[in-house]
Each structure stands twice: as C-alpha cells, then as structure tokens.
C-alpha cells in the first residue's frame, strides 16, 4: 500500500528557512516522478518543485526559483523540499505527490498527473 507522509511544516518569519520531508512506504522513489505542491483555500493546488522519475533534472516553479530546491534521500526513500528565504506569499498547505507515468517537462507541475498524494502540512511565513 502506498503512503506519502508530509513532515517539517512550521510557522517562520519571513526570510527564514524550513526543510519539508515525504516519507515514502509501500513504493521505490526512483522509480516514480515527484512533485511539491502547495495550496491556500480557495485557491488551486500550485505546482512548487518536481523531479522526473530516476533523474536528477529538477523543476521548480518561477515564483519559488533560486529560494526552493527539490532533492531525494534514497537511502530514507525520502523527498525533500529545502525552502530558503521564505516569504509571507509561500504560506500555504504543502503537498508531496508521486506519479507513475511519463510526463513531458510541462507536466511535472501540473497536480492532475499525480496518482499519490500526501495529506499534506502547513507552512506559515509571518511578516
């Protein structure tokens, strides 16, 4: 059975830096695609940072570029999402997702080609 566990979520005044872990079970990390995501109420579930399936090319979105980085522990079979210089406009729910399928670079960010979703853990970036 697969899990996706989120851990690492806080509240952090702006500037500051948290460190988001997936703890995946039931499932091999390389072998699938791996996406962060994040969503506020009302709002639709934004793609943060990717990676392709046994890859080392990373995707991670505009308004993150140069502060987010997307990496693997496979030892732990962990995703991780290094969030540096956060600020107040990255407050969100943050999701780990993985896919099976093969994407084009433009999918890698996009929620609907995710199969399996962590339940997610709040990140809140005070001014």
């Known amino acids: 059975q697969v899990q996706l566990v989120e851990s690492g979520g806080g509240s952090v005044q702006a500037g500051g830096s948290l460190r988001l872990s997936c703890a995946a079970s039931g499932m091999i990390l390389s072998y699938y695609g791996w996406g962060w995501f994040r969503q506020t109420p009302g709002s639709e579930r934004e793609g943060v940072a990717g990676?392709?399936?046994?890859?080392?090319?990373?995707f991670v979105a505009d308004s993150v570029k140069g502060r987010f980085t997307i990496s693997r522990d496979a030892a732990k079979n962990t995703l991780l999402l290094q969030m540096d210089n956060l600020k107040p406009e990255d407050t969100a729910m943050y999701y780990c997702?993985?896919?099976?399928?093969?994407?084009?670079?433009?999918?890698?960010?996009?929620?609907?080609?995710?199969?399996?979703w962590g339940r997610g853990t709040q990140v809140t970036v005070s001014s």
């Open positions: 990676i392709h399936p046994g890859s080392q090319d990373t």
């Open positions: 997702a993985a896919r099976s399928r093969v994407v084009s670079d433009y999918g890698v960010l996009s929620a609907g080609e995710y199969d399996f």
